[in-house]
Structures are given as structure tokens and as C-alpha cells.
């Protein structure tokens, strides 16, 4: 069941021993395990309140039928993914998933933009090249940069800051390809629809701030309204993080991955193909 608390299909979770009953019967303590989604804190602690009452009632009548019954000494907690609850376990990967979205989102958004206020944009319309050889020679500095800003942080990660990284490296930088792809897709619409580097610095931000606010990095994504949780959805730094995050900490599979890469890799086909048909337009 941790795995379906792990979907969010289930708040909590109790797994009773299969000697529970006869350990009760001899007046020995029993151990229960309880599971609960701490995403969801406010729920989770209602809901281990309610049972710790159960559990409490349970031991004052085994008290009063059994006095001689030894009794567990009380509730044990632990903290699954983050034992201690150290912040910089939480909060680098992910700022280093935020670290990634800033360079190629603002590589890409000034290129083309740069390109037509200071006139060489012209020079496209004449050469032997078509939008989509342009659309990618504008992206492959950006993933290059991604890329590099991304080793760097999580290098910093692992051995500056002592975070444990207990997850696959290969399916990682899986995962950052697809994002700093849609990253770049949409710093190059950015830049197809402005005209100077003023107005793409001013797109840049306007979408940047969305983009982090809803990413979960500060406030979680499920105690957000209805309609900023569907906007999550379609956001890549959203699905970056809990990639970046589950890598370091919770030893991430394909699975896990893919479901949140596929729309990455959605969001990157559809920014990138709106900043080729962009460009084309305003080439003829």
C-alpha cells in the first residue's frame, strides 16, 4: 500500500502483523505500521490523530483486562525519504531544476529577438536556410548550457551540500533533455514574437514567475485552487522537479520518470513547433 499512498490514491495506510491478535491475547505489545501521505499534512495529521486516539483507548482497556500486559512504550515516527527533515534535502534539487529553467529560457529568448534589433535578422531572409535549421541551431547552445548548468548544480548538490543522489543518473539527464527542450521551446516563441530584447526580457519574466509560483517548489501544487492546479499541469518545471527530486531521493524508475517526461516532451513539441511557424510567417 505505500506505493498507492505514494499515487495519492490513499491518505493513510495501516498494516497490522499477522500475530497482532494472538500478541494482544498474551499480554504482549503488538506493533502496527502506519503510512501516511505527508504531502498532504493538514489531512495526515488529522488522520494520525484519529488512530493514535484508537490506539490509546485500545491500550487503557488491554490495561484494565491485562495489567500484567507489556505494552509498546508509544508511537515511533519516522520520516520516509527525509529521516531527519533536513531542508537542503528538499529545497536544492530543487532550486538546481530552477537554476536549469533560467539559462536556456533566457539564452533562447534574446537570440532572435537580438538578431532583429540589430539587423542581422535580415540577412536570414536571404540565406539558404529554412525556420526549422534556424529553430535548431537556436537550440543547441541552450541544451549545451542546460546541461552544463545541471551537472554543475547537482554536482554542488552531491558533494557541497551532502545530499544523497540514490537514483540513476542516465534516467536524470533523461529527464532534464525533455525539460530544458521545452524550456528552449518556449524562450523561442518568446523571442519569434518580439521585436526587441526589451520586450523578450519582459516576456521572459512574465512567464517565469507563473512558472515557478505553480511549480510546486514553494507552495505545494495540491493545496493550490482548481485552476492553478490544471495550469501545473502544463508546467515543465512542475514535472522537473519531482524528477529531480525523486532522483535524489526516492531512487526513481523508468516508470516514474517517463510519467512525468512524456509531458515534457508534449510541451516541447508544441512551443517549438509555434516558434518554427512564427519564424516562418515573419521570414515571408
Known sequence: FSNAVDRQRYLVGVRFPADFSRRIERGQSAEVQLTLDGRRANAGQIASAYIGTIAAQMNADIRSNQPQARLAPGVELRHWFNPNLEFFWFIVPALAASMVLITPLMMTSLSIAREREMGTFDQLLVSPVTPGQIILGKTLPAVFAGFFSGSLITLLAVYAFKIPFVGSVALMYCGMLCFVLSVTGIGLTVSAVTNTQQQAMLGVFFCMIPLIMTSGFITP?????????????????????????GCFLKDYGWREIASNSWPLVAIATVMLTSATLILRSRLN
Do not use: A, R, W
Not at 495550469?231 to 527530486?245: D, G, R
Open 221 to 245: 501544487v495540491e493545496n493550490m485552487p482548481t485552476v492553478l492546479q490544471f495550469f501545473s499541469e502544463i508546467n515543465p518545471l512542475k514535472h522537473y522537479i519531482i524528477i529531480v527530486q
